[in-house]
């Protein structure tokens, strides 16, 4: 009887300790961008994944940002992502050319690979769709966002 409670016991923190352990890693959550004040009020909601998930420091990255949007991607459209600290300084950014796409139709645009600079443990990533005005209008240029925040 001894024995076999024993071995009981045993198996239930075995139990126990193995679903503790997580078996698939989380992907980040990204959110859509519009603000209490309404900026960014014309972008819509974009899917983004990222090659490494979460960000490490020193390490290479690729977006791959995709959706459909209300609005078309121009010509001179950019796919713009930014990382700012907690307090809102610039950590990293950078920009590419987007794939001119038709409003209603599917677009899916992978980012060169990028070397991400040393990351703090608190972070804020925005991935921007942007069709640039002149003079540039944050609210108004950006037709597709998505926004997460790490650490927080």
């Known amino acids: 009887?001894?024995?076999?409670?024993?071995?009981?016991?045993?198996?239930?923190?075995?139990?126990?300790?193995?679903?503790?352990?997580?078996?698939?890693?989380?992907a980040t959550q990204f959110q859509d961008c519009i603000d209490e004040n309404d900026n960014f009020r014309n972008a819509e909601f974009i899917n983004v994944s990222m090659s490494i998930d979460p960000l490490v420091s020193n390490q290479n990255v690729i977006f791959d940002v995709s959706g459909t949007l209300k609005n078309d991607i121009k010509d001179n459209g950019l796919v713009?992502?930014?990382?700012?600290?907690?307090?809102?300084?610039?950590?990293?950014?950078?920009r590419?050319?987007?794939?001119?796409?038709?409003?209603?139709?599917?677009?899916d645009i992978k980012t060169p690979q990028h070397n991400l600079p040393d990351i703090p443990g608190k972070y804020n990533l925005t991935v921007f769709i942007v069709n640039p005005s002149n003079p540039p209008n944050d609210n108004e240029d950006a037709i597709g966002c998505a926004k997460t925040s790490v650490g927080f």
């Open 80 to 94: 713009i992502a930014q990382l700012v600290d907690e307090d809102d300084n610039n950590i990293y950014r950078f």
């Open 1 to 26: 009887m001894n024995q076999k409670s024993i071995f009981l016991f045993i198996l239930l923190i075995s139990l126990s300790a193995t679903n503790a352990i997580p078996f698939e890693k989380r």
């Open 96 to 107: 590419i050319n987007a794939t001119a796409t038709k409003a209603g139709q599917k677009f």
